[in-house]
């Protein structure tokens, strides 16, 4: 590796990280994942096209492929990690899980983070809406079926709905 290096602090989670001695053209993915130990967002195509790699940068939905780490730290940064953890999943993880939306799990972060940022702006999208959010994010496993149902519950769930169509369990 060459070029210049910088140690610098960026703002995951809620949390201030250190970042030591990183060479300036490192992507917030590389940092996320190698240099802080945070392996939600997936390293596939490195190009911005899968959506794999998302993440919330100042509360807008970005792949962390396409920002250098180096100019994310003054911003505000939330991974899926953020979202929750194995005792207490969001609601979004919560339903992937209960569809079997998750199948491989290597686009199941950027979807739930999709998701998660359209809901929080549309809370009772049409199917078209809920598509278009996640047309970004590339699954190769699941052919979006459950995806689309993990939606549905999330909307339903939301809406004080006891099921997917407000059908009681």
Known sequence: ????????ELDVDGRALPVAAAWLGE???YVLRER??????KNAC??????????????VLVNACCVLAADATDARIRTVEG?????HLSDVQAAFLGTGAVQ?????????LAVHDLLDQVPDPTGLEVREAISGNLCRCTGYGRILQAVEEVKATRSGASGPRGESP
């Open 1 to 8: 590796m060459t070029g210049a290096t910088e140690s610098y």
């Open 27 to 29: 992507s917030l993915l």
């Open 36 to 41: 802080l130990g945070l392996p939600g967002a």
């Open 46 to 59: 490195e190009q911005g096209e899968c959506g794999s790699c998302s993440i919330f940068l100042d509360d």
């Open 83 to 87: 979202f929750g953890d194995a005792d």
């Open 104 to 112: 491989c799990g290597f686009c199941t972060p950027g979807l739930i």
